[in-house]
Nanobody
């Protein structure tokens, strides 16, 4: 069982930056593929970014490529999402998720994840 807790959300002006963290409880964090998803008001939850077991493999949605960076620290049981050049359309609740069985290119699929955090609100003002 893994518990995930996101932090770092807040209000920022367009063009600004925020850094999200997701701390995982339990052992074997390094054996989970990790991802970030987001859900904007009135829209379905969507993939943002994912990272493989060691951190070398990363995957991004087209909408955030070049602006967001996902990373992980297996010693600290934490995954990060650095968000730069934020846009109002990035406003959403951001969720961290962990996958027991997937660590590769299918990490963009929500059904590959077994554990989800409660989410943290990111609001980008224009």
């Amino acid at each position: 069982q893994v518990q995930l807790r996101e932090s770092g959300g807040g209000l920022v002006q367009a063009g600004g930056s925020l850094s999200l963290s997701c701390a995982a409880s339990g052992r074997l964090f390094s054996s989970y593929g990790m991802g970030w998803f987001r859900k904007a008001l009135g829209k379905a939850r969507e993939f943002v970014a994912a990272v493989g077991l060691s951190g070398r493999s990363t995957y991004y949605a087209d909408a955030v490529k070049g602006r967001f960076t996902i990373s992980r620290d297996n010693a600290e049981n934490t995954v990060y999402l650095q968000m730069n050049s934020l846009k109002p359309e990035d406003t959403a609740v951001y969720y961290c998720a962990a996958s027991r069985h997937q660590a590769g290119s299918l990490l963009y699929l929500q059904n590959q994840y077994d554990y989800w955090g409660q989410g943290t609100q990111v609001t980008v003002s224009s």
